[in-house]
C-alpha cells in the first residue's frame, strides 16, 4: 500500500541513508541535493550508487523524493537568484538520472522583486520549460506552499494555473505539503475530504504523487509553513495518520517531516502509518 518513509540526511551516502531508512521500516526516503540553504553540491560516489541502485531493488524501495535546496528561487524578480534556480534545477535533473525514477521536489518560490505574481509564475513555467526535458526518468513535483509574503502558486487553483503553462510533454506532478496547506487556509484536519474534492477539481489527483506529512506549528490560514515536533502541532498524530491512511493518498510516497529529523520520532511514525 504505497511507500512510507521521512527526511534523511545525506552525510552517510546513499546506502548509508538506505540501510537507515530499512531500519526504521521505511520504503522511501527523502534527502537534499545539496546544502538546503546554498547551493553547493556534494558528488555522488559512484560505487555508492551502483551498490544503492541493487539494494533499493532488492528490498522494494519506491521513489525517493530528492528535495531541490531553498535556495532555488525560479520566481524571483532578480535574474541571478532566478538563473541560479535554473541551474540547480538542471544539475540536480541530471544528476538524477544516475538514479532513475525518483521524484524531484522543488517549491514555487516567492515572486519577490517581480513585477506581478502573474509574471512570476509564467517565468516559472519558462524556467522548467527549459530544464525539463521528455527523455529524463525523473519526475518533477511542485510542492504546496503556504503562502507566505510573496510566495506563489499558494492556492489549488493558482498551482493549476502554472501547471498549466508547463508544457503538457512534461510528466509534472505536486507534492502535498500538510503543514503548507493548512497554513495556506485549508482544513486538512476537519474537511479532508473537502478538501482532496477541491485539490480533484483544480489540479486533479491523478498529479498528486507525494505527500509531506508534517505538524504545524501554528493556526490554520496564518501563512507559516514551520513545524512543530510530529504529535505536538496542530494537527496531531490521529489526523496525520489519517490524512496518510486517505485512498486518496495511500498510494503515494508519503514522507514524514519533523524539526530536525528527529530519527526514534520518524521510527515512530512510519509504525502508526502501518498499523493503523
Not at 521505511?26 to 540553504?37: C, E, H, L, M, S
Not at 482544513?187 to 479532508?192: C, E, G, I, K
Not at 490521529?238 to 529529523?261: F, G, S
Request: proline share 4%.
Amino acid at each position: 500500500m504505497g511507500y512510507v518513509g521521512c527526511h534523511l540526511s545525506t552525510h552517510g551516502g546513499f546506502m548509508t541513508m538506505g540501510e537507515e531508512a530499512l531500519g526504521l521500516g521505511a520504503n522511501t526516503f527523502q534527502f537534499f541535493t545539496r546544502n538546503p540553504r546554498g547551493a553547493h553540491a556534494k558528488q555522488w560516489a559512484a560505487a555508492d550508487l551502483t551498490d544503492f541502485r541493487t539494494f533499493v531493488k532488492e528490498r522494494g524501495f519506491g521513489p525517493l523524493v530528492a528535495y531541490a535546496p531553498y535556495s532555488a528561487n525560479p520566481a524571483s524578480g532578480t535574474m541571478e537568484e532566478a538563473d541560479l534556480a535554473r541551474v540547480i534545477y538542471s544539475e540536480d535533473l541530471a544528476r538524477l538520472e544516475s538514479l532513475p525514477g525518483q521524484f524531484y521536489a522543488a517549491h514555487p518560490g516567492s515572486a519577490v522583486g517581480a513585477k506581478s505574481k502573474s509574471a512570476a509564475v509564467a517565468q516559472v513555467a519558462s524556467i522548467l520549460n527549459e530544464v525539463l526535458q521528455p527523455t529524463q526518468h525523473s519526475t518533477m513535483l511542485l510542492v504546496t506552499p503556504a503562502g507566505e509574503g510573496n510566495e506563489i502558486a499558494a492556492t489549488f487553483e493558482e498551482m493549476a494555473a502554472l501547471l498549466d503553462q508547463i508544457d503538457k510533454a512534461h510528466d509534472v506532478g505536486v507534492c502535498f505539503d500538510t503543514a503548507c496547506v493548512w497554513g495556506a487556509g485549508y482544513d486538512v484536519a476537519d474537511d479532508l475530504d473537502g478538501v482532496l474534492q477541491r485539490f480533484d477539481d483544480a489540479i486533479g489527483l491523478d498529479r498528486l504523487r507525494a505527500v509531506h506529512l508534517a505538524d504545524p506549528k501554528y493556526d490554520r490560514g496564518t501563512h507559516h509553513n514551520h513545524h512543530a515536533p510530529l504529535g505536538e502541532g496542530e494537527l496531531g498524530w490521529d489526523r496525520l495518520v489519517a490524512i496518510a491512511k486517505h485512498e486518496a493518498i495511500a498510494d503515494t510516497v508519503r514522507i514524514w517531516e519533523t524539526p530536525h529529523d528527529d530519527i526514534a520520532l520518524y521510527a515512530e511514525a512510519i509504525k502508526k502509518v502501518k498499523r493503523a
